[in-house]
Nanobody, 115 residues
Framework: QVQLVESGGGLVQPGGSLRLSCAASGIIFSIYHMGWYRQAPGKQRELVAVITSGLTTNYADSVKGRFTISRDNAKNTLYLQMNSLKPEDTALYYC?????????WGQGTQVTVSS
């Protein structure tokens, strides 16, 4: 079955950077549009970035110009480079399909932006 394992989160000061990774197994990774999601305490999970199988990217307005989504199909891995982090970026970050029925969610990786 599909397994998604997110990593790379941590505590960072405002203005700092982090790079998240998502290792996927049990799927033909390259054929799927993939996305990064986040969920802050008390809020619904939201989609923040998508990368298609053809490498087209799209971002939520809140992260546009600061976050970059990428993928390495040879490694079945999805990435999210996060720069100029803000306290409002604090959330649990997940990867999953960018469109269509989502697979079982992984454990996520916590990103905390605080001074």
């Amino acid at each position: 079955q599909v397994q998604l394992v997110e990593s790379g989160g941590g505590l960072v000061q405002p203005g700092g950077s982090l790079r998240l990774s998502c290792a996927a197994s049990g799927i033909i990774f390259s054929i799927y549009h993939m996305g990064w999601y986040r969920q802050a305490p008390g809020k619904q999970r939201e989609l923040v970035a998508v990368i298609t199988s053809g490498l087209t990217t799209n971002y939520a307005d809140s992260v546009k110009g600061r976050f970059t989504i990428s993928r390495d199909n040879a490694k079945n891995t999805l990435y999210l480079q996060m720069n100029s982090l803000k306290p409002e970026d604090t959330a649990l970050y997940y990867c999953n399909r960018g469109v269509g029925d989502r697979w079982r969610w992984g454990q996520g990786t916590q990103v905390t932006v605080s001074s």
